[in-house]
Nanobody, 117 residues
Framework: VQLVESGGGMVQPGGSLRLSCAAS????????MTWVRQAPGKGPEWVSS???????YYVDSVKGRFTISRDNAKNTLYLQMNSLKPEDTALYYC????????????WGQGTQVTVSA
């Protein structure tokens, strides 16, 4: 199993970024997936999840600004981030849910998002 994030960078407040997570080594369409972030000096924070059937969930702080999606044909998970705020600065990870569980069993290496003027 391999998860590789990309698309991070530095952006001004109000800007946008789209993160991607390329998955391999497993049947991507059969697993619920998630984005988790970790800001400097803080613990991991769940951001958003998408189930195999397409249902999506978001932490309150990103609702209306972030959109999670998946392309099962490309084995890729996305996170479209709009109206970015300095408090969104973090290392963003994609992770796979263990089948039938709310636990994560595989993580990517992360991609850095920095929101600063």
């Amino acid at each position: 199993v391999q998860l590789v994030e990309s698309g991070g960078g530095m952006v001004q407040p109000g800007g946008s970024l789209r993160l991607s997570c390329a998955a391999s080594g497993f049947t991507f369409s059969s697993y619920d997936m998630t984005w988790v972030r970790q800001a400097p000096g803080k613990g991991p924070e769940w951001v958003s999840s998408i189930k195999t059937g397409g249902d999506t969930y978001y932490v309150d702080s990103v609702k209306g600004r972030f959109t999670i999606s998946r392309d099962n044909a490309k084995n890729t998970l996305y996170l479209q981030m709009n109206s970015l705020k300095p408090e969104d600065t973090a290392l963003y990870y994609c992770a796979r849910y263990r089948a039938g569980s709310y636990e994560y069993d595989y993580w990517g290496q992360g991609t850095q998002v920095t929101v600063s003027a």
